[in-house]
């Protein structure tokens, strides 16, 4: 009986399990199948502009019929939005050419910084933009060593403003590679006035480009910029670089080289789906061995039980008389 019971339970999860894989199965070849047929429908529209509405319906004709069955139904198309990466940023790469080559590369979404309590400045158009007038003079690449530097005029109440960040291409023989670092970046305003800033963690090896989605002074950020010193004017300001991607060394063709992202694999959600799926697991495997040791009677048997019969007067009198 007991290994009956070992039998379909052990059939009952395989079966459960077998059941969500080929959902699971199913589920990616219908989100494949309409990816596909999305891009190829968005395709159409952009080239010919002979796209119509009717063709929305028709790529997604394969996933309304699967859930068809299921009783579901789907309303409208849905509307998918890509993830932007960095190679689909809205402006071109600075580009810093030196000695007649170019040696840095540098974009980033949106550059903006802030002194003290004043409004937030807006570098972005200034510096990507089709009309920007960012003055890169100054800048400068050797072999150990790389030097950006961005000059904006006066902006609003600064006079004089720039930003220069200094790079370093290093040899490490624990990696057995060259790896540049952003070590500092500098604001210079009002013609003699520095603010200077410390990057942390800002490292990728020389044959990529490094790319993180903030970098920024402010904790909310993880503050990669920080102030060189207690007393430094640095501590009065606020600069935030969104979607920064640079390149210092190894540049070829005039392009980003495969990023090194500063993110890192275990981020809190995937901690908490981590923790969530152990949890699940020790459930599971506490009730399959709660399953396992089940008892149970094997044989059909009437409990045994003790009988107890009065004795008469006359067998007690026989007793006495024996003895």
Not at 45 to 67: K, N, Y
Not at 94 to 99: A, D, H, K, R
Not at 302 to 312: A, G, L, M
């Amino acid at each position: 009986m007991a290994s009956t019971w070992r039998q379909m339970s052990l059939a009952l999860f395989s079966f459960v399990f077998l059941q969500i894989s080929s959902s699971f199965e199913q589920l990616s070849s219908f989100v494949e199948g309409s990816s596909d047929d999305a891009h190829s429908r968005d395709t159409s529209i952009q080239e010919d502009g002979s796209g119509t509405p009717g063709s929305v319906f028709s790529a997604e004709a394969p996933l309304i019929r699967a859930l068809q069955p299921h009783r579901w139904r789907i309303d409208a198309p849905p509307r998918r939005k890509l993830l932007q990466s960095p190679g689909f940023l809205p402006y071109s790469p600075l580009s810093v050419t030196y000695n007649g080559k170019t040696c840095i590369l540098f974009r980033a979404r949106r550059l903006a910084i802030r002194h003290r309590n004043q409004s937030l400045v807006d570098l972005t158009e200034k510096t990507f933009g089709p009309d920007a007038l960012v003055d890169t003079k100054g800048s400068f690449c050797s072999k150990d060593k790389a030097v950006l530097n961005l000059r904006f005029g006066d902006m609003e109440d600064l006079r004089g403003l720039s930003i220069r960040l200094q790079m370093s291409n290093t040899f490490y023989e624990s990696a057995g590679q060259n790896w540049f670092t952003l070590d500092n970046v500098h604001i210079h305003y009002n013609w003699t006035n520095e603010a200077t800033f410390n990057a942390t963690e800002v490292y990728a090896p020389s044959t990529n480009s490094y790319h993180c989605q903030h970098i920024s002074s402010l904790q909310k950020y993880d503050t990669l910029l920080v102030p060189s010193a207690n007393t430094d004017p640095a501590a009065h300001w606020h600069i935030t670089f969104t979607d920064f991607q640079i390149q210092a060394f190894n540049v070829q063709s005039g392009k980003f080289a495969a990023p090194s992202d500063c993110a890192t694999f275990f981020t809190p959600a995937i901690l908490m789906g981590l923790i969530t799926s152990l949890i699940l697991l020790l459930v599971l495997a506490y009730a399959l061995h709660m399953v396992v040791h089940l008892k149970h009677i094997d044989r059909c048997e009437e409990p045994k039980t003790t009988v107890y019969f009065p004795r008469s007067s006359d067998a007690e009198s026989t007793e006495k008389n024996n003895l």
